[in-house]
């Protein structure tokens, strides 16, 4: 049986995804312009072991096109209003969402 190093609770149950989703870290969110003035949303603080699973996510919720690297998401579009319902509906505590 395949057991998580940090909790010693079998992989199956899931209960890693949903500490991590609890952590203390603040998810930051804000817009801010790129190349030819196009605006994108950036979200910061997400776990990495979240980060590809909560990018693919956003990005089929909100019909854009996007990334993830060193730890942020990028998404094509000015989404702030929406992300953070979009984060509290994927599991992460609304306290810890910051949105600028």
Do not use: W
């Amino acid at each position: 049986m395949d057991r998580d190093p940090i909790t010693g609770l079998p992989k199956e149950l899931g209960i890693t995804e949903a500490l991590d989703k609890q952590g203390a870290t603040k998810i930051k969110v804000y817009t801010t312009k790129k190349k030819f003035r196009k605006l994108v949303t950036i979200i910061e603080g997400v776990d990495k072991s979240q980060l590809n699973k909560t990018t693919k996510e956003l990005k089929t919720k909100f019909a854009c096109g996007g990334t993830s690297k060193d730890g942020i998401i990028i998404l094509q579009g000015n989404h702030k209003t929406r992300v953070k319902d979009a984060l509290k509906s994927l599991g992460y505590p609304e306290d810890n969402i910051e949105v600028s």
